[in-house]
């Protein structure tokens, strides 16, 4: 089962990826920085499947995939640097960012300065909104695109290389998928519901907040 659903996924990234050669990556990673939930770590290991079948260069599947990260960045920023806080406080919950996830992103910045937007870059999850609290805070825009762009670069280089080795060990993997297809399912599914029921819980508790202090205003 789990190797039937891998496979059409791997055969429609294959098909954009093969189809479009480096542009597909920049346009797949590029979705995802603008928090639409393609996650990269779907997209480059396959693109990391194909340089093991020869049909891409290592280097430059890592390069598009950081540059996509970037481009998919700047809509994120923009929203942020004209949009505000307040803005998000209101309709970030439409994406499931929330208040709690601007706060622990405010604190990564208070805590490392600039270069906390280089090591968001290499943290799930965290990666695909901290552009949204970079624009709030102005973070000066040379600086932040340029560690946006390195950040990526280490996070792509690591996925596609982890393709790599799945390509090279498909048919052991097979076998292991084969035997635990069920169990790998729910299991991601759990961690995809407990994602979005934190989530979805703290947008209502930040609503629930936020109607308390307007009705004792």
């Known amino acids: 089962m789990l190797e039937n659903i891998l496979g059409e996924l791997a055969k429609w990234i294959e098909h954009v990826i093969s189809t479009t050669g480096p542009a597909g990556i920049m346009a797949l990673m590029a979705i995802e920085s603008c928090n639409i939930p393609l996650p990269s770590e779907a997209v480059l290991p396959f693109a990391g499947y194909l340089v093991s079948k020869g049909a891409m260069n290592f ?10 990260c970037v ?23 439409y994406v499931l960012v929330t208040k709690k996830d601007l706060d622990e992103a405010d604190k990564l910045v208070d805590k490392y300065g600039d270069w906390a937007f280089f090591l968001c870059r290499m943290l799930p999850v965290v990666r695909t909104f901290i552009s949204f609290p970079a624009g709030i805070l102005k973070a000066r825009k040379r600086i932040f695109f340029t560690l ?29 998928w084969s035997k635990f297809d069920i169990v790998i399912i729910v299991v991601c599914l759990i961690l995809a519901g407990l994602y979005a ?21």
């Open 148 to 176: 946006t762009f390195v950040g990526s670069l280490v996070w792509s280089y690591l996925l596609v290389y982890v393709g790599v080795k799945l390509g090279e060990n498909l048919d052991k993997l097979k076998v292991i």
């Open 59 to 68: 280097h430059v599947a890592a390069f598009a995939g950081a540059i996509g």
């Open 71 to 93: 481009i998919g960045s700047v809509p994120s920023y923009y929203l942020g640097y004209f949009g505000g806080r307040k803005f998000f406080e209101k309709y970030g919950k």
């Open 197 to 217: 029921y934190r989530h979805i819980k703290q947008v209502m508790n930040e609503e629930k907040e936020q109607t308390e202090e307007n009705n004792d205003k």
